[in-house]
């Protein structure tokens, strides 16, 4: 059912990339009904918006009163508020250490420059159905930067309110709520709700229709697609972690990436037959076997260093190294999103409560991204205060580079400084 590539024979990397590309492409899913949902809901507003949710969730109602809000809180088992609850404590308190100064320098000649942190005045979150642990991994570090109106965009799910994320959304206090999906959500935060930026993680529509709507609106510094994991295991490693950590990966979407990394090929065996039998009482079993079908990976590994650049070449979202002598990778490791280490670390759990952010970056994007943090939320701004000695000394070597550069209205503007009284 998986795919199996024998990182011994020459042409692996051919294989791999392949893989790869095929899914970092978009080719796995046609998405091109994206750019036109986002020009009729740009042009057309509300009216597009409503056909689009009629159409893709039979969702008539975008704004749901406060009245059916409440009642859709009330019906939320207490014990999923109070896990709620101790995600959030956990989160807040993780997310409060990264709190940024601003940064001050005045130099000999009394010039004042200044990096000053300004919070976005308005952020949209994408949370996609029935789940409250996204919402409080984007909205909380929002909150925290000091991002003043924060809009939730969350669909449906059956047709009903979500009382999880509902509740999620009244301990933070966001009062704008849409119940909304898809391209038409980000289509909406755009150009009807016109925030400043969108962040929150979705399917292969939405993480396109983020990208086609940036330079509208911003949007975080990574691709926020579907989920992915790379598990790294040897002969040590108890085989049901392997496979609950993959099933577990494979479950959210049909195009989740999974993909296992081992050199032990009595691994390899013994993880295909237990695959199966798992999968046989996954409730979401259609879901998690298409996506380790099409978007599942077995890659045999010859040795250490391979493994460290099969992973890096990946650019997991979720990585876990779940072999003893993970000391010897750790460090040689530059490409993930985040990185679970040891038996007793497992993605899943990341997902809620560890108190790290599971919006991560995706598609190969955590070769050049982190994910979600204090930093997303902020615009720095440099403030720069010169004395009437602090131009004089430093207009000169400035005006020597404007004109080497053929910029003779600069090197006017600066030497207007320097002679004035």
Known sequence: MIKVINCKNKNYNKELLSFLDK???????????????????????????????????????????????????KLLNPKIKKAIDFAYDRILKFHSKQKVKDIKYVDKFKNKLEYKYVP???????????????LLMNAIPAKIAGVKRIVLANPKLNGKLNPSVLYAAKKLGIKEIYSMGGAQAIASLTYIQKVNKIVGPGNIYVARSKREVFGDVGIEGMIAGPSEITVLAD???????????????????????????????????????????????????????????????????????QIVDL?????????????????????????AGSICIGRYSPMAVSDYNVGTNHVLPTLGSAKFSSGLN??????????????????????????????????????????????GK
């Open 23 to 73: 899914r970092r492409s978009g080719k796995a899913t046609d998405t091109a009904i994206v750019p036109n949902i986002l020009k009729d809901i740009k042009i057309n507003g509300r009216k597009a918006l409503l056909k689009y949710e009629k159409k893709f969730s039979k969702n008539t109602e975008i704004v749901p009163s406060s009245q059916k809000i409440n009642k859709s809180i």
């Open 120 to 134: 976005i005045q308005s952020v949209g979150i994408y949370v996609p159905a029935n789940l409250p642990s996204t």
């Open 235 to 305: 002969n040590k490693t108890n085989l049901d972690d392997v496979t609950t950590s993959m099933i577990g990966q494979a479950e959210h979407d049909i195009n989740s990436q999974c993909v296992l990394i081992t050199k032990d090929k009595n691994l390899v065996n013994k993880f295909k037959a237990d695959v199966v039998q798992k999968l046989k009482k996954l409730p979401r079993k259609n879901i998690a076997t298409k996506s380790l079908r099409n978007n599942g990976l077995i890659l045999l590994a010859k040795n250490d260093k």
């Open 374 to 419: 204090l930093n997303e939320f902020y615009k720095k701004i440099s403030h720069i205060t010169l004395t009437k000695k602090g131009i004089e000394k430093i207009g000169e070597y400035a005006t020597h580079l404007a004109e080497y550069e053929e910029l003779d209205g600069h090197a006017q503007s600066i030497r207007s400084r320097m002679k």
């Open 311 to 335: 992973i890096n070449e990946i650019a997991p979202e979720h990585l876990e190294l779940n072999v003893y002598n993970y000391k010897n990778y750790l460090n040689k490791i530059h490409n």
